[in-house]
C-alpha cells in the first residue's frame, strides 16, 4: 500500500492554477515534515518545496516562491501545493515525502515515505 497518494495533476495552460493534494495512508502526517518535489522529463528530481512538521514553517524554490504555496491538514492527514501562474517550466511529475523527524530539508534522502507522483503539464 503506497503510504502517500498525490492526485491534483493535469493540463493547464500558462497562467493558469492547479491544487496538488497529497494523502497519507496508514499513518498520520501530524509531527512529519512534508516536502514536494517534481521531476520533467531527462532531468533529475528537484525539490520544490516544504513544510515543517511542528509550527508551519514553509520553504520554496526560488523558482517557485510567490506562486506556489504549500499546507497542509493534519486532521485529514493531507498535505496541498497550490500551484498558481503555472509556466511551461514547472511540467513534470510531482511528488510528495514525508519525513518523520519533522525538520524542513531539500534532500530527497531525508524523506523515509514518498507517493507515486502525479502529472502536471504546462502547455501553450
Known amino acids: 500500500q503506497q503510504p502517500l497518494v498525490e492526485s491534483g495533476g493535469g493540463l493547464v495552460q500558462p497562467g493558469g492554477p492547479l491544487r496538488l493534494s497529497c494523502a497519507a495512508s496508514?499513518?498520520?502526517?501530524?509531527?512529519?515534515?512534508i516536502g514536494w518535489f517534481r521531476q520533467a522529463p531527462g532531468k533529475e528530481r528537484e525539490w520544490v518545496s516544504c513544510?515543517?512538521?511542528?509550527?508551519?514553517?514553509?520553504y520554496y524554490a526560488d523558482s517557485v516562491k510567490g506562486r506556489f504555496t504549500i499546507s497542509r491538514d493534519n486532521a485529514e492527514k493531507t498535505a496541498y501545493l497550490q500551484m498558481n501562474n503555472l509556466e511551461p517550466e514547472d511540467t513534470g511529475v510531482y511528488y510528495c515525502?514525508?519525513?518523520?523527524?519533522?525538520?524542513?530539508?531539500?534532500?530527497?534522502?531525508?524523506?523515509?515515505?514518498w507517493g507515486q507522483g502525479t502529472q502536471v503539464t504546462v502547455f501553450s
Open positions: 496508514g499513518f498520520r502526517l501530524d509531527y512529519f515534515a
Open positions: 515525502a514525508a519525513d518523520r523527524w519533522g525538520e524542513m530539508t531539500r534532500k530527497i534522502a531525508d524523506y523515509e515515505h
Open positions: 513544510i515543517d512538521g511542528g509550527a508551519g514553517d514553509t
